[in-house]
């Protein structure tokens, strides 16, 4: 796997952020982006439970890193996401964004957060 640039302050990848999560973002063999994080307490909703918003941002960011390797940069037009199961706290998640069609100025992408033990918690669909 490839890992993608980081940027200074972003709230998700910036190495310069003081309240940033400085997650390293990969892109694999099949243009897929993938990060893994273990969430801490500080970002829970309900006790024990990884906040809604963060999800949503770790699903935006990390599809939206598919155009990375077509040198694009897009904002985000549409983030819809489905809540299947709780994402717990302490526990070590997987995000995985691709690309479903690149238009000449949108682009469709789908994501999911994989719980540990391999299913998957939520999912999205999203345009840029």
Not at 70 to 96: C, Q
Request: overall charge neutral; proline content about 5%; aromatic content about 8%.
């Amino acid at each position: 796997m490839q890992k993608q640039p980081n940027s200074r302050y972003c709230f998700l990848c910036g190495l310069q952020n003081p309240i940033g999560l400085k997650l390293a973002f990969y892109e694999d063999q099949d243009n897929r982006v993938i990060v893994r994080y273990v969430p801490d307490e500080k970002l829970q909703g309900y006790p024990g439970v990884l906040h809604g918003g963060i999800i949503s941002a770790l699903l935006d960011e990390t599809i939206g890193r598919t155009l990375v390797q077509y040198d694009k940069w897009a904002m985000t037009v549409e983030l819809n996401v489905r809540f299947h199961k709780s994402v717990p706290i302490g526990e070590p998640l997987t995000v995985i964004g691709e690309m479903v069609r690149l238009r000449s100025r949108t682009m469709e992408g789908r994501g999911e957060i994989q719980l540990s033990d391999g299913t998957t918690a939520v999912t999205a669909e999203a345009k840029y």
